[in-house]
């Protein structure tokens, strides 16, 4: 099964252009989305779960073009979106069950075995009986994706799921994802970068609607190899480097800021070269480092 995105645009009536000539090609295993608040995640995220219509181009899961036979692909879809809401009187059970029966699962045996399969499968089945509202974020999500599981999925789409998890149950929701299948498409949208280095052999970077990059991690930072320099500078040093150098990013460390710079050579004495994560490939994607040159006129 393949998931190929073609030319695939939306402008929004307020004139935001959200997905702007999208095109990708998605093979089972985890792949990652990766972008900015605003690039245009949750609109290609929905588009594809057959919530939102696009303006032009085309989305085909296999043969089942995506953008029309609506039916089809919510048969094959599993979907967790980025405002999960839940009912809080109802237990994790309860909901479960009353989604699995939405799904189509009419024979009761039948869903009772789905509902408990998923309960373990999650690390829910402790807190069948309790009530939804009473779950921390981390349960919350977990309890998304038993949901979104139901009916064994071809295609999952999972919208930001780990912003706002602690580490210990970041942890975990990765380990659920990376137990899916390999047989699955799964498409994980996020603007936390360890999120794709942790569990994505292959992502892509959006940004303004547009696609920056797509590949394999590793070979996108094998690729950035000699071009990233560190330095520490003073605070009130920085925003003369950040006016005068391709500053991809400053973090603190210990109290002080570590710049880090983009450039084919040494980029200015007191400067050295570091070996290049994840990212600095997202944060020089999505400042425009490594877009391809333009071609000659
Ligand atoms: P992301 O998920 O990457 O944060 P979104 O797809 O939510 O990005 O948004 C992309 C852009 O489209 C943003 O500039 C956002 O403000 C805009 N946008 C999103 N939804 C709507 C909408 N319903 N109407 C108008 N603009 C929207």
Not at 22 to 47: D, E, Q, W, Y
Not at 120 to 133: F, M, S
Not at 205 to 213: F, P, T
């Amino acid at each position: 099964m393949q998931l190929v995105i073609r030319d695939l645009s939306k402008r929004y009536a307020g004139g935001v252009q959200a997905l702007d000539r999208v095109s990708l090609t998605i093979a089972p295993g985890m792949f990652g989305l990766l972008g900015p608040n605003g690039a245009g995640k949750s609109t290609l995220m929905r588009t594809l779960a057959t919530l939102q219509e696009a303006d032009s181009g085309s989305a085909m899961l296999d043969d089942i073009d995506v953008l029309r036979d609506k039916d089809r692909v919510r048969l094959l879809l599993g979907y967790l979106p980025q405002e999960f809401g839940v009912y809080p009187k109802v237990s994790a059970q309860e909901m479960l069950d009353h989604f699995a029966r939405l799904k189509g699962v009419t024979d009761a045996r039948a869903r009772k075995a789905t509902v408990e399969a998923l309960l373990e499968r999650t690390n829910l089945a402790a807190v069948r009986k309790q009530k939804l509202g009473g779950f921390s974020g981390g349960m919350r999500q977990r309890f998304g994706i038993a949901q979104a599981l139901i009916g064994n999925p071809k295609l999952i789409i999972v919208d930001e799921p780990t912003a706002g998890l602690d580490p210990e149950e970041r942890v975990r929701f990765h380990n659920l994802l990376a137990d899916i299948g390999h047989d699955v498409i799964v498409i994980l949208s996020t603007h936390i970068v360890d999120d794709v280095a942790d569990l994505c052999p292959r992502f892509a970077v959006i940004s303004k609607g547009r696609v920056l990059l797509a590949g394999e991690p590793r070979s996108a930072v094998e690729k950035l190899a000699g071009r990233i320099w560190r330095r520490v500078v003073d605070r009130d040093a920085l925003a003369g480097v950040q006016a005068s150098l391709p500053v991809i990013s400053t973090r603190l460390q210990s109290g002080r800021t570590v710049v880090r710079v983009y450039s084919e050579a040494l980029p200015a004495p007191g400067f050295e070269a570091v070996e290049p994560e994840l990212e600095d490939v997202y944060f020089s994607a999505v400042a425009g480092h490594l877009e391809p040159a333009p071609a000659p006129a």
